[in-house]
């Protein structure tokens, strides 16, 4: 059975690499499974067919025979149940690290939310140059104890994991700001992240669909 | 082995069940199993012993035996795999009711976060009221569609599960706000939530921790 994932036809980041389809394609690069990408268009997310998939008219969605998913932690965590190569054998380990998914989405990703909806959403409001250091200051705070805890590790519990892969894809987000480079730590961690080989193949892959066309 | 979790000495929220004990709570209710709580502090919550358990100063973390566990989603999770109760047993089903764990906690958190950031850090900023009708749409946009998706039924997915735990326990921090009221069937779907009475024992033994002593 082959499995399907659906990406932005036009990534409103232009092939950076932080639509979330990025996040699925590493994890089928980390477990070597082959996939397929169904583009879809803005227009086609939020029609019937694609809402069927999506309740919330988003991409990535997730298809393996009778097995339709969509929300990408979701799908990364059934990628790193199913295949061996995301998640420790160990009971215990295992379940640490599938809390770091957690922390990556739950703790560190709201507040990098915010602060991306401060710049995009709200960046011609009277009040954008006052608040954005409010908002940067909620994404500093779990960020400098998320340093802390790394200290000078590798990784953030042992070997690499389904955890590091989704903390890396939201600290990728932060990197634009310039806050990452204060903690010296995350940004030798991110970049350790980005040299794997296979987020750099499920980065050229988002980036072919993504490129500029010839002039 | 016993479980222990840890909650606030003195929540926030005063007992309504808000703090993200509740939740884990729920889950160990659900499943029928024991478990012990050590209260702490804000002092406490923030000093290293507590940062060894949860890396960002917060509560509940888990322990039982070697593992030590936080973050609410991954707890739940946890509980949710090692006990049976919260999650089905047909593989699909399964991966299905892990998407509305992850659904709720990445899909409608954050903007419900931002509400209550906008409200309890931002109140008293100029900005506050202009503001506040941007926030409350950004939360309005992925329950009108939550809304959709559960239509009649009184489940996201087949039976109860944790997915339907998590997605109600995140509705109901959106409740004082007045905006679940304006989608009838998540405002029956929350009620039938805390209709259980594994909830109703788990709320009960957060507000005998919060409640007002005697006059």
């Keep these: 059975m ?3 994932i659906t990406a932005f036809e036009h990534s409103p980041d232009g092939g950076r690499g ?3 389809d990025t996040r699925v394609r590493w994890a089928l690069e980390e477990v070597g499974q082959p996939y397929e990408v169904r583009l879809v268009s803005f227009k086609a997310m939020k029609e019937p067919a694609h809402l069927a998939a999506h309740p919330f008219g988003q991409i990535p969605t997730y298809e393996d025979g009778d097995l339709v998913l969509f929300e990408t932690g979701a799908i990364v965590f059934h990628i790193a ?4 190569g995301l998640l420790p054998d160990d009971a215990n380990a295992r379940a640490r690290a599938i809390t770091w998914m957690f922390a990556a989405l739950s703790t560190i990703e ?3 939310l915010e602060m991306a909806n401060a710049k995009l959403l709200e960046g011609d409001r009277p009040w954008a140059a006052e608040r954005m250091p409010l908002v940067q200051d909620r994404v500093r705070k779990p960020l400098g104890l998320l340093s802390n805890r790394l200290g000078g590790a590798d990784w953030l519990d042992g070997e690499f994991s389904a955890g590091d892969l989704m903390m890396a894809s939201v600290l990728l987000r932060i990197r634009a700001s310039g806050i990452l480079d204060e903690y010296a730590n995350l940004a030798a961690y991110l970049a350790r992240a980005e040299a794997r080989p296979a987020y ?3 980065f050229a892959a988002q980036l072919a669909v ?3 066309g010839p002039p």
């Design 81 to 84: 149940q199913r295949y061996p």
């Design 18 to 20: 932080l639509a979330r």
């Design 110 to 112: 709201p507040p990098v």
């Design 210 to 212: 993504n490129k500029p």
């Design 200 to 202: 750099k193949r499920a």
């Design 2 to 4: 082959t499995i399907t």
